[in-house]
């Protein structure tokens, strides 16, 4: 079993940046790849980003157009997902997931351990 607890949601303006991290315990972090997803109010829940394992190869919606960046750091069993430059259309509760694949990709059912969310706030 392993448990996600997300941190780091806020309000932040428009340009703005902000880090979201998710601690994991339980198994041995290094063995799971890491996911973070979104849903916005009245939408479904939409991929963001992934991240193998050891930390090498990572996996980014098309939309962001370079903005967020996933990292993970196995010695502290957190991923963290750098968000910058955000826009209104970012808001959305965000979640972290775990999964025992390699490279898990944008289909929810990939993950594994879902953790609760943080709410992002961007204002325009």
């Known amino acids: 079993q392993v448990q996600l607890v997300e941190s780091g949601g806020g309000l932040v303006q428009a340009g703005g940046s902000l880090r979201l991290s998710c601690a994991a315990s339980?198994?041995?972090?290094?063995?799971?790849?890491m996911g973070w997803f979104r849903q916005a109010p009245g939408k479904e829940r939409e991929f963001v980003a992934s991240i193998s394992g050891s930390g090498r190869s990572t996996w980014y919606t098309n939309s962001l157009e370079g903005r967020f960046t996933i990292s993970k750091d196995n010695a502290k069993n957190t991923v963290y997902l750098q968000m910058n430059s955000l826009k209104p259309e970012d808001t959305a509760v965000y979640y972290c997931a775990a999964a025992r694949t390699v490279l898990p990709g944008p289909q929810a059912y990939e993950y594994d351990y879902w953790g609760q969310g943080t709410q992002v706030t961007c204002s325009s």
């Open positions: 339980g198994r041995t972090f290094s063995n799971y790849a």
